[in-house]
């Protein structure tokens, strides 16, 4: 059932909606008649004209210098193998987001229903005047090297096949860097490759021109090993079949230095890696089972560097790492093709930089204190926000240096620092709490699991590996429920704290919270009593380290949620007032806004207190706060005593805080105009920054601010984050989405995490001071 409810998952993420993943979005404005006689007729005929006069000038009016085409005829998709173009389409779909997402390159995917080679050619060189590039996916061997070739000796814009070539970079880039620490020179080592595929050749091929001899390759495919004496070994097979007849896997792996896997799962042993020389490096990228195990290998051989094509181990040779980049930088100097110097460029930059240090945005990503150059960090990671800015001008580099780039880039700083505003550092925010989540997943609370929209987000949180839920409600209705709507929630516990089964657990939670509340309005009797509620039940799992983290609110009034959890579980040391935040995911990168839940008149120190709450949070999603804290006002410019107010909480804060970032009474429009601000104001602190924080007078603005932003589709909304509490609990917004119900799970796993840590820290400190006082007792005793 899980599978099929996987599948089902997967249909309805494609179908929903428009579908597909992709659409095409005006780039100008195309409101008022004038724009559109602009856009069309009469006024496109002036940007035809110079394009007419001037073939180049089509990079200067059109789209066509950031357009590339993803470009398939279906015949080797994925592992499924030729099943045409129409079935191929979601893949080149999902391979331009990929080119988006990651490098905010535009892409237009193109399915071809042919298979003739010659024809396939003529086909995509009439698209030329289209697109700046061509990126070739998913076309059979050895299809795929005729028609490559083809297309790069007759286009004179850059050809990439992507499964040859990404491949071959990113584990070129892992070889470099496997052999410094092994100590191995690549012109000395013997390499054994299981595969003569279309990437297995291209990887060959790469590693010759990074220094490896061809002598030196023993190469098994389908028949077996590549010997001079077979008569179907292609031409550009043939400087690699130098093994001996009837050679057998196990005995080339005998000393071998290098092994390198693109074939199937399972076919090298424990006995046949631990064969290998001394300090040897196995690359087993078959997908989705390598060719030996990680544990496996890894077991047999301490002084072994392992590499896979799988998230879930070290170094994954991930294609995403270069093709984004490497056409980043060769559309940006207009490069005429990819060439073996801007392949080398990528490799090299991928391997330099996984030798240095490390951001805390990928540690936090990767649930890691340090991640540092070593056997189990040979190539970076593909959530590193550095990739764009260090692959993509090293080819460019390249291009320009080998005679193909036709314009040329004089400065690199500027040129960086627009790749970084391309798509915002920061906007990998979402990305990386789901991979810290799966690090680390905890114990979710879901109180309201009667709704079948919380039984979604239940169960795309286990399959995602992101936590573990615990539901709360009626078995027998939720079983059915699930049940009608095709959702596997099988071997999730259920609770239903109305249930006499429940009434042990009540009787101790009731105790609990009588010891908290009986001289705060509740009797025992109602303290037993309140416990058939869920969402008290709920936060008292919490509390009692039942559960780590509880989420509510779909279904009932805010108050009505927020109530048991201030009551069960309280506020944070030193917390006067908890606070509520919305994530809000815009184009430009996350923007964080507070208060937008709670506190309706905030005093000056109340709202400094949530400008400090807020900073801290912000800090957590390992963002550096820039603050704006908003008015009606700007610096002075009104004597009300609500833009007072404001400043006088900017005052505090700056005072609790000297180096925050943080600067206010301003209107929101100042906030954001870098340009008005810096000749109008030049003392503020955010001259020059980027605001990723707001911070609101009152209630009601805030409130207004966040629901106006995601009511016009603006930005996607997450929240509210409750600051604050002691442990974790967030309320859904009513009638949350189960994409926003699944974020908050992600971010209710993160924020347990780090208060777990923090209470560890903590006890650690407190153990410290403990030991140390008992030593000096026993010195003056002595």
Not at 100 to 123: H, L, N, S
């Amino acid at each position: 059932m899980q599978k099929d409810s996987r599948k089902q998952a997967a249909l309805e993420y494609h179908a929903k909606g428009r579908p597909g993943k992709i659409e095409v979005i005006p780039t100008k404005e195309a409101k008022t008649q004038r724009d559109l006689s602009l856009a069309y007729s009469p006024g496109v005929a002036e940007p035809c004209k110079e394009i007419a006069a001037n073939k180049e000038a089509v990079y200067q009016y059109t789209a066509k210098g950031n357009l590339v085409a993803v470009i398939s005829n279906g015949t080797a998709v994925l592992g499924l193998g030729d099943i045409g173009p129409e079935a191929g389409k979601p893949v080149m779909e999902g391979k331009g987001v990929l080119f988006k997402i990651f490098a905010d390159i535009d892409v237009f995917d193109i399915e071809v229903a042919e298979t003739d080679p010659e024809k396939f050619v003529q086909i995509v060189k009439a698209l030329e005047p289209t697109f700046g590039g061509i990126n070739l996916e998913d076309i059979k061997a050895p299809e795929c090297f005729i028609i490559e070739k083809a297309l790069r000796e007759q286009l004179t814009i850059p050809v990439m096949h992507d499964d040859q070539h990404g491949t071959a970079i990113i584990s070129s880039a892992a070889l470099l860097n496997a052999l410094q620490l092994q100590k191995k020179k690549i012109d000395k080592v013997r390499f054994v490759v299981n595969g003569a595929g279309a990437a297995a050749m291209a990887c060959m091929n790469l590693y010759v021109s990074l220094g490896a001899n061809p002598q030196n390759f023993c190469v098994f495919d389908v028949k077996g090993p590549l010997t001079k004496e077979r008569n179907d070994v292609e031409d550009f097979k043939q400087k690699f079949a130098n093994a001996s007849p009837g050679l057998t896997l196990d005995k080339a792996l005998k000393d071998a230095d290098v092994f390198v896997g693109l074939s199937v799962g399972n076919v090298v042993t424990a006995d046949m890696v631990r064969s290998m020389a001394k300090n040897p490096i196995v690359f087993a990228m078959a997908n989705p089972d390598p060719e030996i195990g990680w544990e496996e290998a890894t077991g047999v051989r301490k002084d072994l560097i392992m590499a896979t094509g799988r998230s879930d181990y070290p170094n994954q040779v991930n294609n995403v790492l270069g093709f984004p980049y490497i056409f980043r930088g060769a559309l940006d100097v207009r490069a005429t093709q990819i060439n073996e110097a801007m392949k080398l460029a990528a490799v090299k930059a991928l391997a330099e930089l996984a030798q240095t240090p490390v951001p805390d945005i990928v540690n936090l990503a990767y649930n890691a204190k340090t991640i540092s150059f070593g056997p189990d960090y040979i190539i970076p990671k593909p959530l590193d926000p550095r990739l764009l800015a260090t692959v993509g001008p090293a080819v460019a580099k390249a291009a320009i240096e080998s005679g193909v780039a036709q314009k040329p880039i004089t400065d690199w700083e500027a040129y960086a620092t627009d790749l970084n505003k391309r798509l915002g550092l920061d906007n990998q925010v979402m990305r990386v709490l789901g991979s810290k989540a799966r690090r680390d997943p905890r114990r979710i609370v879901f109180a309201e699991a009667d709704n079948v929209k919380i039984l979604k987000a239940a169960q795309i949180v286990i399959d995602e590996g992101v936590g573990f839920p615990i539901l709360l409600g009626d078995e027998t209705k939720i079983k059915t429920l699930a049940a009608a709507n095709g959702i596997d929630i099988e071997g999730l516990p259920i609770f239903d704290p109305r249930s006499d089964a429940m009434e042990e657990m009540r009787n101790k939670f009731a105790a609990l919270f009588f010891k908290k509340r009986g001289r705060k309005g509740f009797n025992y009797y109602e303290s037993k009593k309140i416990m058939k509620d869920r969402n008290y039940f709920g936060c008292m799992m919490v509390e009692t380290g039942e559960a780590d983290a509880m989420i509510s609110g779909l279904t009932k009034n805010y108050p009505d949620t927020i109530r048991p959890a201030l009551q069960c579980i309280g506020v944070e040391e030193g917390i006067d007032k908890i606070a509520g935040m919305y994530l809000m995911l815009t184009k430009k990168g996350p923007l964080f806004m507070a208060d937008t839940t709670v506190n309706i008149h905030p005093t000056a120190d109340e709202l400094a207190e949530i400008t400090l709450l807020v900073a801290k949070e912000v800090r957590n999603f390992n963002i550096i706060p820039r603050i704006a804290m908003l008015s009606f006002s700007n610096f002075g410019s009104s004597n009300s005593p609500e833009a007072k107010l404001v400043a006088d909480a900017r005052a505090i804060v700056k005072e609790q805080m000297p180096n925050l970032i943080v600067d206010g009474e301003m209107q929101a429009s100042v906030a954001f105009n870098k340009d008005l601000m810096k000749e109008n104001y030049p003392f503020c602190e955010l001259v020059d920054k980027d605001v990723n924080t707001l911070i609101f007078p009152n209630l009601a603005s805030g409130n207004i601010a966040y629901n106006l932003l995601s009511g016009l589709g603006a930005a996607e909304a997450i929240g509210p984050i409750l600051l604050g509490l002691k442990k974790p609990v967030h309320i859904l917004q009513l009638g949350s989405s189960v994409r926003s119900i699944t974020n908050m799970a992600m971010i209710a796993v993160v924020d347990a995490q780090l208060k777990s840590q923090a209470a560890a820290d903590e006890n650690a400190k407190n153990s410290w001071w403990k030991r140390r006082k008992e030593r000096k007792n026993e010195a003056s005793q002595q």
